[in-house]
Nanobody, 122 residues
Framework: QLQLVESGGGLVQPGGSLRLSCAAPGFTLRYYAIGWFRQAPGKEREGVSCISSSGIKTNYADSVKGRLTISRDNAKNTVYLQMNSLKPEDTAVYYC???????????????WGQGTQVTVSS
């Protein structure tokens, strides 16, 4: 079964940057659309960004447009989420997810990682 592993979370000051990674050791991600989601305490999980299997199509939630960039390196079997100009409201557990089919920001993904914590605070 495909297992996803997120990394790169941590504590960062407002205005700072982080790069999250999503990998699948032992599996190839090249056929899967990948989504990034986040869940803050007391809030529902929300879709942040997604990328098609080819990397040609991407999509972003309005709240992160212009600040977050999703990309993938199929040769390295890794998907990235570059997060710039971070705000306290970006604090959440970030999850990556995979599915066969088009990129989307809904929760209709087949495989999910365990999440990585991102905390934006001074």
């Amino acid at each position: 079964q495909l297992q996803l592993v997120e990394s790169g979370g941590g504590l960062v000051q407002p205005g700072g940057s982080l790069r999250l990674s999503c990998a699948a050791p032992g599996f190839t991600l090249r056929y899967y659309a990948i989504g990034w989601f986040r869940q803050a305490p007391g809030k529902e999980r929300e879709g942040v960004s997604c990328i098609s299997s080819s990397g040609i199509k991407t999509n972003y939630a309005d709240s992160v447009k212009g600040r977050l960039t999703i990309s993938r390196d199929n040769a390295k079997n890794t998907v990235y989420l570059q997060m710039n100009s971070l705000k306290p409201e970006d604090t959440a557990v970030y999850y990556c997810a995979a599915k066969l089919g088009p990129c989307s920001l809904d929760n209709e993904y087949s495989y999910w990682g365990q999440g990585t914590q991102v905390t934006v605070s001074s």
